[in-house]
């Protein structure tokens, strides 16, 4: 019986190794400028293309102006424990006509500094958020 239960473990642990050491693919390098979800880029006339992910909310009022309408909203890891990072809550700004663009706004403690991390263009937007 000792012989078999040391046969399972070592399985187990060959296979733990295994899982360790499989190549995985690098996730696609987020876009820097204009990348909307569908990985479609705004136009270069469009004054959403000079946002670039990693911006702070005012250089993006600096380029934009004010949003038509904002919205705020936690993420799936305010509910992780001890999450200390800048994605438990975010914001869009909504540009009539436009698009939006996406920060993360901070951690649930209140810290971290907002930046976007994405930015959708979409010239049907209503400018409300939903």
Partial sequence: ????????????FALTLAGCAAESKPAPAAATSG?????VAAPAGS???????????KQVKDILGSPTDENSYATG???IPFYF????????????GMGRVVFA????????????VRVD????ESGTAR
């Fill in 1 to 12: 019986m000792k012989r078999i239960m040391t046969g399972i473990a070592v399985g187990v």
């Fill in 35 to 39: 990348a909307t979800a569908k990985g």
């Fill in 47 to 57: 004054p959403l293309a000079k946002v670039a992910v990693g911006m702070s909310k």
């Fill in 77 to 79: 890891k305010a509910w």
């Fill in 85 to 96: 990072g800048n994605d438990a809550r975010r914001t869009s700004y909504y540009y009539k």
């Fill in 105 to 116: 706004d901070g951690n649930i403690f209140g810290g971290g500094t907002p930046e976007v």
């Fill in 121 to 124: 263009y979409d010239p049907t």
